[in-house]
Nanobody
Framework: QVQLVESGGGLVQAGGSLRLSCAAS????????MGWFRQAPGNERKFVAG????????NYADSVKGRFTISRDNAKNTVYLQMNSLKAEDTAVYYC???????????????WGQGTQVTISS
């Protein structure tokens, strides 16, 4: 049983940066792989980035590779998504997710946060 709460969303101009945070509670955070997804209006929720429980393993969607960085601080029970060089196409609701293993995060996370809106202007 894990509860996830995202924060850090907002309005940013293209080319700017933003850092999202996801605070976890309810169980041992360090035992879970974590991930970020995003969903634009009218579209399905899509994988953005994932990180293993130790933080040593990460993977990214091709659309964000080289621009976004996922990280975690197990002492703070928090996972982050640093977003740089933002584009209008990055506009979406961003969701935090958790699963037992990284490969599972990408396909079928067990837990979801409520989402935080990210809007990139021209």
């Amino acid at each position: 049983q894990v509860q996830l709460v995202e924060s850090g969303g907002g309005l940013v101009q293209a080319g700017g940066s933003l850092r999202l945070s996801c605070a976890a509670s309810g169980r041992t955070f360090s035992s879970y792989a974590m991930g970020w997804f995003r969903q634009a209006p009218g579209n399905e929720r899509k994988f953005v980035a994932g990180i293993s429980w130790s933080g040593s393993g990460t993977n990214y969607a091709d659309s964000v590779k080289g621009r976004f960085t996922i990280s975690r601080d197990n002492a703070k029970n928090t996972v982050y998504l640093q977003m740089n060089s933002l584009k209008a196409e990055d506009t979406a609701v961003y969701y935090c997710a958790a699963a037992q293993r990284l490969v599972v995060v990408r396909t079928s996370p067990a837990y979801w946060g409520q989402g935080t809106q990210v809007t990139i202007s021209s």
